[in-house]
Every structure is written in structure tokens, then in C-alpha cells.
């Protein structure tokens, strides 16, 4: 398995552009996470997903944070519109899921995202 | 909710010192502690972790202890390596559960 996958790999917009982040769990793999790093705040879980439905959005910032998982091998966060506070690291993560003896969470690669 | 606290925010060691890394929780129903590693420009990767049924778990160089009823557990490192320098994070869940990671650690391996 190439494990989780997310594109792009940078990104850099324009204040008040959508951006669109977008991630490939591994293959079989029952929960989604979506995660924000900066260096002020470190790794922050923004929204989960178990079997393709949100679970926990508490620490989506605000409205103009949206994520969506159409099916169980597609995932999206959008932002609209970005502001420059938006600028960091959102790493997507998969795990097999609640059920299962050894639930660990598997990182993407990240997509760097700058708003100008 | 969970809040996981970790310490020290930076470390550096001489190479061939060790390494401790701390960390507490809030939630007492939290029974799972993996621990990640990030180097720079990487993705964090799973390194270790235990579950709330053991109390110490070791592979190779690293182990990880649990202390249950005090709700702390620490990442120890023997006999360190310039190319285990990276951000170390702990992190908690109930299982199955999201996880709630600690502000994470800088470790400098000094050669």
C-alpha cells in the first residue's frame, strides 16, 4: 500500500481564495483524520471520520473550515475564504478503526499551505 | 475533554547520553499512549506505543513506562544518536478514539 496520500503537496494562495486539501486513506481503513500543525500550536485534530460520517468537529476553527468524505477512499478539507492565519501544515491520517485491536494512526506526507 | 501536557519542550543530549521525555493526562478512561516521531519536514511516525493493560514496554532503545494511577507515562531513549533528533510527541485516547497529542518535544543529539 502506498499508505495515506494527500495533494497537493504545497500549496500557495491569495487571502480570500478557496483552498481545497485533499487526501487518500489507506486502502480498508475506517477512520479519517484531519490534523493542523504550527509551530504555536502544535498538532491540532481539526475533524474525524468513522466509516465515512464526521464524528468529532469541535476543533474546526471556524465556518469557513469545511470537510467532506464522499466515500471511504476520498477526503476533502476546504477553506473559504483563507486568511494568512490559515498558513500550516494540515496532515490527513488514517487508522483501521475503532473496532480493531491495534488502532494506529498512520500520518500523510502533508500538504504546506501559505495564504499571502 | 482530554488534555495531554508534555515535558520538556526542548532536550539536548550529548550522543551515547540518554533521553526522558514526560507526559500527563486528564482523562482517566484514557487507555491508550502512542508515541510519535517527527523529523524535520516529515510526517509524524508512530514509534511506540502502549496500552493501559501493561506498565512498561521496550523495544531496542526506546521504552515507554505508565503509570496509571498518577496519569503520566514517559518515552525514555538509551544510548542516543545524532539521527534520532527530532520532535517527539505523546498523545492519548480512549481507544478507537481520536487521539490528543502532547505540544511535543525538540530532542538535539549532540555528536
Known amino acids: 500500500d502506498a499508505g495515506v496520500i494527500q495533494s497537493p503537496r504545497h500549496e500557495v494562495t491569495e487571502m480570500g481564495q478557496e483552498v481545497t486539501l485533499r487526501c487518500k486513506p489507506i486502502s480498508g481503513h475506517n477512520s479519517l483524520f484531519w490534523y493542523r500543525q504550527t509551530m504555536m500550536r502544535g498538532l491540532e485534530l481539526l475533524i474525524y471520520f468513522n466509516n465515512n460520517v464526521p464524528i468529532d468537529d469541535s476543533g474546526m476553527p471556524e465556518d469557513r473550515f469545511s470537510a467532506k468524505m464522499p466515500n471511504a477512499s476520498f477526503s476533502t478539507l476546504k477553506i473559504q475564504p483563507s486568511e494568512p492565519r490559515d498558513s500550516a501544515v494540515y496532515f490527513c491520517?488514517?487508522?483501521?478503526?475503532?473496532?480493531?485491536?491495534?488502532?494506529?494512526?498512520?500520518f500523510g506526507a502533508g500538504t504546506r499551505l501559505s495564504v499571502l | 475533554g482530554e488534555n495531554v501536557e508534555q515535558h520538556p519542550s526542548t532536550l539536548s543530549v550529548q550522543e551515547g547520553d540518554s533521553a526522558v521525555i514526560k507526559c500527563t493526562y486528564s482523562d482517566s478512561a484514557s487507555n491508550y499512549f502512542p508515541w510519535y516521531k517527527q523529523e524535520l519536514g516529515k510526517r509524524p511516525q508512530l514509534i511506540i506505543d502502549?496500552?493501559?493493560?501493561?506498565g512498561e514496554k521496550k523495544d531496542q532503545r526506546i521504552a515507554v513506562t505508565l503509570n496509571k494511577t498518577a496519569k503520566h507515562f514517559s518515552l525514555h531513549i538509551t544510548e542516543t544518536q545524532p539521527e534520532d533528533s527530532a520532535v517527539y510527541f505523546c498523545?492519548?485516547?480512549?481507544?478507537?478514539?481520536?487521539?490528543?497529542f502532547g505540544g511535543g518535544t525538540r530532542l538535539m543529539v549532540k555528536p
Open positions: 491520517a488514517s487508522s483501521p478503526g475503532p473496532s480493531t485491536a491495534k488502532n494506529i494512526q498512520y
Open positions: 498523545a492519548a485516547s480512549i481507544e478507537g478514539n481520536m487521539l490528543t
Open positions: 502502549i496500552r493501559s493493560n501493561v
